[in-house]
Nanobody, 129 residues
Framework: QVQLVESGGGSVQDGGSVRLSCIAS????????IAWFRQPPGKEREGVAAIYIRDGSTNYADSVKGRFTLSIDNAKNTVYLQMNSLKPEDTAMYYC??????????????????????WGHGTQVTVSS
């Protein structure tokens, strides 16, 4: 019923940039949260960035603040993650996720994976050193 499709991943040089796309379908795009998570090799999945579509408010992990930026294309039901100044430690499988509601305080909980109901299958980003 709800589908999320990520794209834009690939291999990039240290210091380079890439833009990931998350296309949502099968539900109303407005008034939901869209988030990006990543799972580096041998590590647990971690929250990267989240956006509340209704008002555009965002949350970013400390590790990506100032380098990654979320944006919305409402006409295409798409959220973009612009990733600049990439580092080898950014290498991971990146997942798009969606939920209609964040429980508790969104400022603290929007980057918690268990808050999200719907997930894409991921897109790999590899940053060479």
């Amino acid at each position: 019923q709800v589908q999320l499709v990520e794209s834009g991943g690939g291999s990039v040089q240290d210091g380079g940039s890439v833009r990931l796309s998350c296309i949502a379908s099968g539900y109303t795009f407005s008034s939901i949260y869209i988030a990006w998570f990543r799972q580096p090799p041998g590590k647990e999945r971690e929250g990267v960035a989240a956006i509340y579509i209704r008002d555009g408010s965002t949350n970013y992990a400390d590790s990506v603040k100032g380098r990654f930026t979320l944006s919305i294309d409402n006409a295409k039901n798409t959220v973009y993650l612009q990733m600049n100044s990439l580092k080898p430690e950014d290498t991971a499988m990146y997942y798009c996720a969606a939920t209609p509601r964040i429980y508790g305080r969104p400022a603290f909980n929007a980057l918690l994976a268990y808050m999200y109901s719907y997930w894409g299958h991921g897109t790999q980003v590899t940053v060479s050193s």
